[in-house]
């Protein structure tokens, strides 16, 4: 029935659409090779519908932890050059993860929170101090 194949292609589709963020692409998969390359009307091609609004980046957080050797100062140091606090702001980001183990830094889409954990990490490391920052789903 016309109708049912109509309705069931649909839905594969948009089922599809769900799973690749909203983009509907056929692959040659989908494509009736009994009618030949393309179908019957001789046409080929890829048949792509795109978000009018592109989706919100997901946020992460991202955490600075405590430890017992990397001075207060060096952990002011880092708070103001990669989240551009002010001297009061990092002292109380730092004295907080001091006295509760961890403490947040700030919230970014995942690619700019990792690249300021791989930015703290690497000054840390230069600096021979154990400090460690990480990432977690906001
Ligand atoms: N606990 C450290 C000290 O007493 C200071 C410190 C604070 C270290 C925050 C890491 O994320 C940190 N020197």
Redesign the pocket.
């Known amino acids: 029935m016309q109708h049912n194949f109509v309705t069931s292609a649909l839905s594969a589709d948009s089922l599809r659409a769900t799973r690749s963020g909203g983009a509907v692409v056929r692959s040659a998969a989908d494509d009736d090779e009994s009618q030949g390359p393309g179908g019957s009307d001789g046409q080929i091609g890829i048949a792509t519908k795109t978000r009018t609004r592109p989706k919100k980046p997901s946020m992460f957080k991202v955490l ?9 100062e ?2 002011v140091m880092c708070l103001k050059r990669f989240f551009n606090m002010d001297l009061e702001q990092a002292t109380r980001v ?2 907080h ?2 006295q509760k183990g ?2 947040v830094c700030g919230i970014f889409p995942y690619e700019i929170a990792g690249t300021k954990v791989n930015q703290v990490m690497d000054f840390a490391r230069q600096n021979q ?1 154990p ?3 990480t990432l977690e789903k906001a």
């Open positions: 600075m932890l405590n430890d017992d050797y990397t001075p207060m060096f952990v730092m004295l993860v001091h961890v403490g101090h400090l460690q920052c």
